[in-house]
T-cell receptor
Framework: GENVEQHPSTLSVQEGDSAVIKCTYS??????FPWYKQELGKGPQLIID?????GEKKDQRIAVTLNKTAKHFSLHITETQPEDSAVYFC????????????FGKGTLLTVNP | DAGVIQSPRHEVTEMGQEVTLRCKPI?????LFWYRQTMMRGLELLIY????????DSGMPEDRFSAKMPNASFSTLKIQPSEPRDSAVYFC?????????????FGEGSRLTVL
C-alpha cells in the first residue's frame, strides 16, 4: 500500500536532548526515504534522505536509520537546539516510483530552551 | 538564487469563485509538482509535470481542479468553482533536470481560504 505511519505526532524535548521520530511503511518496493523539515509559514525542506542500499546515514547532528526487513526508518536529532523546532515529515517512494512521494502526517517538534 | 516562487501567498474568496494559483519553478528544473496540505490529509500530490507535460494527475480531486504548464518557467493551478473544502495550503515544488527520486524544492505555498 501507499501508507506511512509517523510517530509521535508531537514531541517536546529540552535543549541538548535527543529527538527520535519513527515511520513505518508497508510497500516493500520502496527504495527512497527522505525527511523534510517545515518551519512555520514555509514550504518543506529536505534535511536528509536514505536509499535502500544503506542502513544508516549521518549529517552532523542528524541521522537516519533504515530497517527494510521491519519496514521502518527513523530520524535522529542529537544535541537539539531551539531552531530545530519545526514540523518534520517522513516520506517514501511508493512502488519504487521515480517521482512520487507519499508523506507522513508530520511530527511537531518543540525544543525548549 | 531564487527558489520556487508562488503567488498569491494568501487568497480569501467566496464559494463559487474561480481561483488561480501560480508557480515559477527554479530555472533548469524540468519536473514540477503541485501538492495540497491540510491538517486532515497532510501533504497530497495533486499533479506532476515533466518537461511541461502532465504525467500523473491522479491526485487531482475533481474536475473543478485543472493545472497547466504552458512553458518551462510557469504553471497554474485553477479551481473553478471553488468550495469551502478546498481551503488548504497549496505548494508547488520543482526538481532538477535529470534527477529521479531526489530533493524536491518547495515554494512557500499559497494559503487558500474559501468562505
Amino acid at each position: 500500500g501507499e501508507n506511512v505511519e509517523q510517530h509521535p505526532s508531537t514531541l517536546s524535548v529540552q535543549e541538548g536532548d535527543s529527538a527520535v521520530i519513527k515511520c513505518t511503511y508497508s510497500d516493500s518496493a520502496s527504495n527512497y526515504f527522505p525527511w523534510y523539515k517545515q518551519e512555520l509559514g514555509k514550504g518543506p525542506q529536505l534535511i536528509i534522505d536514505i536509499r535502500s542500499n544503506v542502513g544508516e546515514k549521518k549529517d552532523q547532528r542528524i541521522a537516519v536509520t533504515l530497517n527494510k526487513t521491519a519496514k521502518h526508518f527513523s530520524l535522529h536529532i542529537t544535541e537539539t537546539q531551539p531552531e530545530d523546532s519545526a514540523v518534520y515529515f517522513c516520506a517514501f517512494s511508493p512502488g519504487g516510483s521515480n517521482y512520487k512521494l507519499t508523506f507522513g502526517k508530520g511530527t511537531l517538534l518543540t525544543v525548549n530552551p | 538564487d531564487a527558489g520556487v516562487i508562488q503567488s498569491p501567498r494568501h487568497e480569501v474568496t467566496e464559494m463559487g469563485q474561480e481561483v488561480t494559483l501560480r508557480c515559477k519553478p527554479i530555472s533548469g528544473h524540468n519536473s514540477l509538482f503541485w501538492y495540497r496540505q491540510t491538517m486532515m490529509r497532510g501533504l497530497e500530490l495533486l499533479i506532476y509535470f515533466n518537461n511541461n507535460v502532465p504525467i500523473d494527475d491522479s491526485g487531482m480531486p475533481e474536475d473543478r481542479f485543472s493545472a497547466k504548464m504552458p512553458n518551462a518557467s510557469f504553471s497554474t493551478l485553477k479551481i473553478q468553482p471553488s468550495e469551502p473544502r478546498d481551503s488548504a495550503v497549496y505548494f508547488c515544488a520543482s526538481r532538477p533536470t535529470g534527477s529521479t527520486t531526489g530533493e524536491l524544492f518547495f515554494g512557500e505555498g499559497s494559503r487558500l481560504t474559501v468562505l
